[in-house]
């Protein structure tokens, strides 16, 4: 079973600061998606990432696939309050199978 | 623009009752999906299908049972339910499990079993 591990679990930062969350895996993925998800809703795809070493960008979130397809993370720029919810990456390895979800980092932004 | 409806939202259960989650999609979907989410644990799949008459099990299906007569509805079947089945339950679907296909997913349906 593929796992993919996601840290840190929990942040809290104050409205403006910089912060960077990471997905890793020991296992290659042929892509990888980030999702956000805040309460009382569904997930919902900010962005996938496809080519190791892609770098994609979305106004202030910035997100890198690793190299060697095993690894990811989301850079966030001047946080703000509307940052606030639950990341999640997944992760499709080269069959058609289902995509694999971490178990999140819980992000906190304080006006 | 509807996407994926889930029902009921919320819903409460005592022990060893039974119940059906609705899940319905609008946008001609061949993949669908069950998945739980636990208080820091992620989503783990339940079931998942991947077009009408056909399903196959996830990461945690012992407990559920699902059918998929048509294209657009996936329903989740909980038989003598168990307080361990205390969860939120998302419903998703995707054009394909192919490169970069997104998911779409409900709202969710909050269940609680006492």
């Known amino acids: 079973t593929q796992l993919l591990e996601q840290s840190p679990q929990f942040l809290s930062i104050q409205e403006g600061e910089n912060l960077t969350v990471y997905c890793n895996s020991s296992?290659?993925?042929?892509?990888l998606q980030w999702y956000r998800q805040e309460p009382g809703e569904g997930p919902v795809l900010l962005v996938t990432v496809v080519t190791g070493g892609e770098v994609k960008k979305l106004k202030r979130l910035t997100f890198q696939f690793g190299d060697a397809r095993k690894d990811s993370s989301l850079h966030i720029t001047a946080a703000q309050p509307g940052d606030t919810g639950l990341y999640l990456c997944a992760g499709v390895d080269s069959g058609n199978t289902p995509l694999v979800f971490g178990k999140g980092t819980r992000l906190s932004v304080i006006a | 623009n509807a996407g994926v409806t889930q029902t009921p939202k919320f819903r409460i259960l005592k022990i060893g009752q039974s119940m059906t989650l609705q899940c319905a999609q609008d946008?001609?979907?061949?993949?669908m999906y069950w998945y739980r989410q636990d208080p820091g644990m992620g989503l783990k799949l339940i079931y998942y299908?991947?077009?009408?008459?056909?399903?196959d099990k996830g990461e945690v299906p012992n407990g559920y049972n699902v059918s998929r007569s048509t294209t657009e509805d996936f329903p989740l079947r909980l038989e003598l339910a168990a307080p361990s089945q205390t969860s939120v339950y998302f419903c998703?679907?995707?054009?394909?499990?192919?490169?970069?296909?997104?998911?779409?997913f409900g709202d969710g349906t909050r269940l609680s079993i006492l």
């Open positions: 296992s290659v993925f042929s892509s």
């Open positions: 998703a679907s995707s054009y394909s499990q192919g490169l970069g296909q997104p998911q779409h």
């Open positions: 946008m001609n979907h061949n993949y």
């Open positions: 299908s991947v077009g009408a008459g056909i399903t």
